[in-house]
């Protein structure tokens, strides 16, 4: 893990050791309910995040894609394509001299009207 990232995690989070965690988990469960997690340390080091079972399943919902909203968006793209099948296929079919010259004709700038 980077020393940024690290930094970040203790910033954001209450800490305990692995040693206060053992010997006080009643005062640690206080906080994980405060505070949503405490990151627990080992040497003085970030080692592991508890968190509530709630938290948890938040971060899972966040993790799993909206099917529905990807389902959308491919459907859209889709349409856009379906929408464009006849300039492809004129496309496909041009020689490949034709294409050479459209595309060089399509890179020129253009001028502005005056």
Do not use: C, N, W
């Amino acid at each position: 893990m980077s020393a940024v990232l690290e930094q970040a995690i203790a910033d954001q989070l209450p800490s305990v050791s692995a040693t206060q965690l053992v010997a006080g988990i009643q005062k640690v469960g206080r906080a994980v309910a405060v505070h949503g997690a405490v990151l627990i340390t080992k040497h003085d080091q970030p080692a592991y995040v508890l968190m509530s079972v709630e938290r948890y399943r938040e971060l899972q919902r966040a993790a799993e894609p909206d099917l529905g909203a990807l389902s959308g968006e491919f459907d859209a793209m889709f349409a856009r394509v379906q929408g464009q099948r006849e300039a492809l296929t004129q496309a496909f079919a041009m020689a490949p001299e034709a294409i050479g010259a459209a595309a060089v004709k399509a890179a020129k700038p253009r001028r502005k009207a005056a």
